[in-house]
């Protein structure tokens, strides 16, 4: 599946009626981190770092920069520090069909291609995929066009009662897997987007499974992960999943951009997606 834009990029913006100290102060509580252990990380004082917070002093463009480095603030929420300070944004938000990404495209696509036959794909920071490969494509047959219209959003996929939701074996327990790391994501970013997904997902109703006979693994597998346990043309193929993210991103659609491969969880699986293409 070619990589496709999923929207304009959004433009940051500053919280109405907040300035840089306020937001700064949340993060730093956020990460639980004292002002005095900050400002050891940002070669400052705890007397300068409260001055900020509380509006007495305006940092510098370099300091916003150093604290939201050491409290690990997401790139698209540096540049709203920023903003909030008064300066323009450091970090550009460039469309994902822009010719200057041609090498990351083309990285991306080739990476999940060479993971088949196993599924891989590649999602925004809304769960919108934006790549995906034939180990994918395979998982989703059956699954109704109407889900299937762009933008096809994995999580939306993955527990809708029409989509994987009935085919998962372990619904309960992954779904709670799911729900639990979109929840992380957003304690970690001020998206009003992702929690309107969460709550929409969240509110779908949990399908029962039709009692259709499946062929199991013959043994039982000492799994070191939870897997996703997926019926596929009367078998239960077993995943456990990886979720791989760039390292220093300098844009932000590129920070906001994850890998998700899954790997068999059990000699079974392996047979059998290996048996597909063989």
């Known amino acids: 599946m070619t990589i496709v834009a999923t929207g304009a990029p959004v433009p940051p913006t500053a919280p109405a009626g907040q300035g840089v100290g306020p937001l700064l102060r949340a993060w730093r509580e956020r990460r639980r981190v004292s002002q005095l252990e900050l400002a050891l990380r940002a070669d400052s004082s705890a007397r300068h770092i409260s001055f900020i917070e ?23 929420e540096r540049n709203a520090l920023l903003l909030a300070a008064g300066y323009a944004p450091h970090y550009p938000e ?8 041609g090498a990351l495209r083309e990285g991306l696509e080739r990476l999940i291609r060479g993971y088949e036959p196993y599924p891989a794909l590649v999602v925004d920071a809304v769960y919108d995929v934006v790549a995906a490969n034939r180990g994918i494509t395979m998982l989703l047959e ?15 996929l993955t527990l809708h ?33 992702l929690r309107a997904l969460y709550e929409e997902v969240a509110a779908f109703p949990v399908p029962e499974t039709d009692g259709a006979v499946v062929e199991e693994p013959e043994e039982d597998v000492p799994y070191f992960a939870l897997p996703m346990r997926i019926e596929h043309e009367g078998r239960v193929l077993s995943f456990v999943s990886s979720i791989s993210t760039f390292n220093t991103p300098m844009d932000v659609t590129v920070a906001e951009l994850a890998i ?8 079974a699986t392996v047979k059998y997606l290996h048996s597909m293409v063989s």
């Open 94 to 101: 460039t469309a994902l069909d822009d010719p200057a990404l």
């Open 161 to 193: 009662p029409e989509g994987l939701a009935p085919r998962i074996r372990n619904l309960r327990e992954w779904r709670g897997h799911l729900l639990a790391q979109m929840g992380r994501q957003i304690a970690l970013h001020r998206s009003g987007a």
């Open 54 to 76: 509380t509006g007495r002093s305006r940092p510098s463009e370099e300091m916003v920069l150093r604290l939201a480095e050491h409290l690990d603030v997401p790139v698209r």
């Open 260 to 267: 998700e491969t899954f790997l068999p969880a059990d000699p």
């Open 142 to 156: 059956g699954v109704p066009e109407a889900l299937l219209t762009p933008p096809l959003n994995a999580m939306r």
